[in-house]
């Protein structure tokens, strides 16, 4: 029912409006309706009234909650148009004016205008709600700029954190393949410990064989010393009578000797005139010469044949100690053989001087030397003044081929010429200096009396370069002077003997280094002065110094102990002690190739004494006599054979001195 009516109410409402529509578009210009016309004014009139009763009739039939239902369904604008029209309706009806009409409209009219401000208070709230946002967002985009900016630098830390880690994993990656080098290495040398322990049982066993031969050898001593007493006992006799019969012949011997000496003292002053008044002195002075050959030219500051207890004895037109058949060059290439130096004709000592290597001075010495008697009483100033030799080298090269002169054996180092000394430096790995070398005319005789202060001037001041020459002057002693000793090839290094290491060239030293895979450092060496004699033989260069003329980082152990293993097999364990020694020595400092050599700064109270310097004393020599030489067997024997030589160079100038004073020749 509540349906019905609904539908008829709206039913109502539209037949309602649509009357009204029409009424509106039907109406003539005069002011009539057409009657005929299905939207007549009259028709839809009473249409509207049949629905308006229809509709109060289904209404008053119709509880107060049908009709609450009702109106709820009804639209807004359908129930808004129904009260205009029945309000004014009403108003029409009960007579109301205009007034209240107006009254109704002002009531509108402020409630718009109180809507109005509730607007506009609103639009200023809305106003001041938008600043307070835009602020906010200019405040975040502010947030936002800054987050970016932390989110830029935290991605820069997060790149280089992903380098560092790369980073490390390449060096955990290294520390692993040094681990693995490591574990090899320990492997191998676990290897070696057993071998030496087997080695260790095996030389327990020889000191107990040692030991019973120890014993055999006492008992044989003790049989020898009974039998020595014996033989003594018996030869005591025989030896009364012999040593008699020596001693009647060594007073004849020396009477004769005496005579003799008189004869030939009588015979200089004949034939050489009064001048020749200091011959007593002569045998004196050649034994001396003897005794003190091998170190007679330490100084180059007193290079003068003249000894202190005779040096007034020589001047010109005297006659020197070296005078004498002593002084004939056995290697004359101009003159006779056997005619002594004193003799020789200014033809003959100049071309001799060209030989020597000073043909520079050649021009100077045909103007003023008669004879090689005018050489041999020439003193220091005489050299200067009158040859022109102003090079100090040049003089003490010209007075040590003098002093060669009185020997009647081969001197090894005479057939060492300067041009030999220039190729030794490439040797020894000291190719800059050849120039200063060449210039001083530096020979084998230069180099084994060689000083400090000649090294000096020639332009050599590093400590590393004087240490090299040093040891390379050893060597050359060692191999008496040799001078095809050093060895430049390859060979067995298996079988290598610390001796044999000493002769190594600076380039066999850089193919050592190629065969123990450190290739790539050995081109450093070139120009370093690192040979073999240098590596064995010098205490203060050991493997620290090595490594840092190689130019291997610290930071590189395992190359570092690489190099160690290799550098201390080579040279030997004498040689490893010795440099242990000297590293534990308090005044020890690493041997660097910038080191310099302090020149030796001479005091004024040391004027005096500096010419009065014998030429015996040895402390100036660059690489002196008594220089330290390990103990192994190979070095003593050519150390022993060194020794000898010297030895028999002194017993030959006695003999000669002997000689001279018995035959009378000067």
Same mark, same amino acid.
């Given at each position: 029912m509540m349906t019905d009516a609904s539908e008829m109410l709206a039913a109502a409402l539209e037949q309602m409006d649509g009357i009204i529509a029409g009424s509106k578009a039907m109406q003539f210009p005069n002011g009539l309706f057409d009657c005929q016309s299905p939207t007549s004014p009259f028709v839809d009139s009473l249409r509207a009234l049949h629905l308006l009763e229809d509709l109060r009739g289904a209404l008053e039939l119709m509880d107060a909650d049908e009709r609450e239902s009702l109106r709820c369904q009804v639209p807004g604008t359908t129930a808004e148009g129904l009260v205009d029209w029945l309000v004014v309706f009403l108003f029409q009806t009960n007579g109301h004016n205009s007034v209240d009409t107006d009254l109704v409209y002002q009531e509108r009219l402020t409630r718009l205008e109180s809507d109005k401000e509730c607007l506009v208070l609103q639009v200023s709230i809305l106003t001041d709600q938008v600043e307070v946002q835009g602020e906010k967002i200019k405040d975040l985009d502010t947030s936002l700029e800054e987050h970016r900016q932390k989110l830029n630098a935290t991605e820069g830390m997060l790149q280089q954190e992903l380098l560092s880690r790369s980073a490390l994993e390449t060096q955990k990656l290294e520390l692993l393949n040094e681990v693995s080098s490591l574990k090899m290495i320990l492997s191998s040398v676990e290897k070696e410990r057993k071998d030496n322990e087997s080695l260790y049982q095996e030389v327990n066993d020889l000191r107990f064989r040692v030991t019973d031969m120890e014993n055999e050898r006492l008992q044989y001593e003790k049989k020898l010393k009974t039998t020595q007493q014996f033989c003594l006992i018996c030869a005591s006799f025989l030896s009364d009578m012999e040593v008699q019969r020596m001693k009647r012949a060594l007073e004849t011997l020396v009477a004769a000797n005496n005579e003799k000496v008189a004869a030939a003292a009588l015979w200089v002053e004949s034939v050489s005139g009064p001048g020749v008044n200091m011959f007593s002195c002569s045998l004196a002075l050649r034994r001396s010469r003897s005794r003190s050959c091998s170190s007679r030219y330490c100084s180059t500051k007193s290079t003068s044949f003249d000894l202190d207890a005779a040096e007034s004895e020589f001047r010109r037109g005297g006659v020197r100690a070296t005078a004498g058949p002593r002084l004939g060059w056995s290697r004359d290439l101009h003159g006779e053989v056997g005619v002594p130096f004193a003799r020789w004709s200014k033809e003959q000592v100049c071309a001799w001087m060209q030989d020597l290597g000073l043909g520079l001075h050649v021009g100077h010495a045909q103007q003023w030397i008669q004879s090689g008697q005018t050489l041999l009483q020439a003193s220091q100033q005489d050299l200067e003044k009158e040859l022109g030799i102003r090079n100090h080298l040049h003089r003490k090269k010209l007075q040590l081929a003098l002093q060669a002169l009185g020997t009647e054996e081969d001197d090894p180092k005479s057939s060492l010429d300067f041009g030999w000394v220039t190729r030794w430096l490439d040797d020894v790995g000291l190719p800059q200096y050849k120039s200063q070398f060449d210039e001083g005319r530096v020979d084998g005789r230069m180099l084994h009396y060689m000083?400090?202060?000649?090294?000096?001037?020639?332009?050599?001041?590093? !400590?590393? +370069?004087?240490?090299? @020459?040093?040891?390379?002057?050893?060597?050359?002693?060692?191999?008496?002077?040799?001078?095809?000793?050093?060895?430049?090839?390859?060979?067995?290094?298996?079988? !290598?003997?610390?001796?044999?290491?000493?002769?190594?060239?600076?380039?066999?030293? /850089?193919?050592?280094?190629?065969? !123990? =895979?450190?290739?790539?450092?050995?081109?450093?060496?070139? *120009?370093?002065?690192?040979?073999?004699?240098? /590596?064995?033989?010098?205490?203060?260069?050991?493997?620290?110094? /090595?490594?840092?003329?190689?130019?291997?980082?610290?930071?590189?152990?395992?190359?570092?102990?690489?190099?160690?293993?290799?550098?201390?097999?080579?040279?030997?364990?004498?040689?490893?002690?010795?440099?242990?020694?000297?590293?534990?020595?308090? =005044?020890?400092?690493?041997?660097?190739?910038?080191?310099? !050599?302090?020149?030796?700064?001479?005091?004024? *109270? *040391?004027?005096?004494?500096?010419?009065?310097?014998?030429?015996?004393?040895?402390?100036?020599?660059?690489?002196?006599? =008594?220089?330290?030489?390990?103990?192994?067997?190979?070095? +003593?024997?050519?150390?022993?054979?060194?020794?000898?030589?010297?030895?028999? @160079?002194?017993?030959?100038?006695?003999?000669? =001195?002997?000689?001279?004073? @018995?035959?009378?020749?000067?």
């Amino acid at each position: 029912m509540m349906t019905d009516a609904s539908e008829m109410l709206a039913a109502a409402l539209e037949q309602m409006d649509g009357i009204i529509a029409g009424s509106k578009a039907m109406q003539f210009p005069n002011g009539l309706f057409d009657c005929q016309s299905p939207t007549s004014p009259f028709v839809d009139s009473l249409r509207a009234l049949h629905l308006l009763e229809d509709l109060r009739g289904a209404l008053e039939l119709m509880d107060a909650d049908e009709r609450e239902s009702l109106r709820c369904q009804v639209p807004g604008t359908t129930a808004e148009g129904l009260v205009d029209w029945l309000v004014v309706f009403l108003f029409q009806t009960n007579g109301h004016n205009s007034v209240d009409t107006d009254l109704v409209y002002q009531e509108r009219l402020t409630r718009l205008e109180s809507d109005k401000e509730c607007l506009v208070l609103q639009v200023s709230i809305l106003t001041d709600q938008v600043e307070v946002q835009g602020e906010k967002i200019k405040d975040l985009d502010t947030s936002l700029e800054e987050h970016r900016q932390k989110l830029n630098a935290t991605e820069g830390m997060l790149q280089q954190e992903l380098l560092s880690r790369s980073a490390l994993e390449t060096q955990k990656l290294e520390l692993l393949n040094e681990v693995s080098s490591l574990k090899m290495i320990l492997s191998s040398v676990e290897k070696e410990r057993k071998d030496n322990e087997s080695l260790y049982q095996e030389v327990n066993d020889l000191r107990f064989r040692v030991t019973d031969m120890e014993n055999e050898r006492l008992q044989y001593e003790k049989k020898l010393k009974t039998t020595q007493q014996f033989c003594l006992i018996c030869a005591s006799f025989l030896s009364d009578m012999e040593v008699q019969r020596m001693k009647r012949a060594l007073e004849t011997l020396v009477a004769a000797n005496n005579e003799k000496v008189a004869a030939a003292a009588l015979w200089v002053e004949s034939v050489s005139g009064p001048g020749v008044n200091m011959f007593s002195c002569s045998l004196a002075l050649r034994r001396s010469r003897s005794r003190s050959c091998s170190s007679r030219y330490c100084s180059t500051k007193s290079t003068s044949f003249d000894l202190d207890a005779a040096e007034s004895e020589f001047r010109r037109g005297g006659v020197r100690a070296t005078a004498g058949p002593r002084l004939g060059w056995s290697r004359d290439l101009h003159g006779e053989v056997g005619v002594p130096f004193a003799r020789w004709s200014k033809e003959q000592v100049c071309a001799w001087m060209q030989d020597l290597g000073l043909g520079l001075h050649v021009g100077h010495a045909q103007q003023w030397i008669q004879s090689g008697q005018t050489l041999l009483q020439a003193s220091q100033q005489d050299l200067e003044k009158e040859l022109g030799i102003r090079n100090h080298l040049h003089r003490k090269k010209l007075q040590l081929a003098l002093q060669a002169l009185g020997t009647e054996e081969d001197d090894p180092k005479s057939s060492l010429d300067f041009g030999w000394v220039t190729r030794w430096l490439d040797d020894v790995g000291l190719p800059q200096y050849k120039s200063q070398f060449d210039e001083g005319r530096v020979d084998g005789r230069m180099l084994h009396y060689m000083t400090v202060d000649d090294l000096l001037s020639l332009k050599v001041g590093s !400590v590393l +370069h004087h240490l090299s @020459v040093k040891r390379a002057i050893q060597v050359l002693r060692l191999s008496r002077f040799e001078p095809n000793c050093l060895r430049r090839r390859p060979s067995d290094e298996n079988n !290598v003997t610390p001796a044999e290491v000493c002769q190594w060239t600076n380039h066999r030293v /850089m193919e050592w280094l190629r065969s !123990v =895979d450190l290739a790539e450092y050995a081109p450093n060496l070139r *120009g370093s002065g690192v040979h073999g004699g240098l /590596m064995v033989l010098e205490p203060r260069f050991n493997v620290e110094a /090595m490594a840092l003329l190689l130019n291997i980082p610290p930071n590189k152990t395992l190359l570092r102990r690489h190099l160690a293993t290799h550098f201390h097999l080579l040279i030997g364990p004498e040689a490893q002690r010795l440099k242990q020694e000297c590293l534990e020595n308090p =005044d020890y400092a690493l041997l660097t190739a910038t080191a310099r !050599v302090k020149p030796r700064r001479l005091s004024f *109270g *040391g004027f005096g004494t500096l010419r009065r310097k014998r030429p015996e004393d040895g402390e100036d020599l660059l690489c002196p006599l =008594d220089t330290e030489t390990p103990q192994g067997s190979s070095f +003593h024997r050519s150390l022993k054979i060194y020794e000898e030589h010297l030895e028999q @160079v002194g017993h030959l100038l006695i003999q000669s =001195d002997l000689q001279s004073v @018995v035959t009378g020749t000067i």
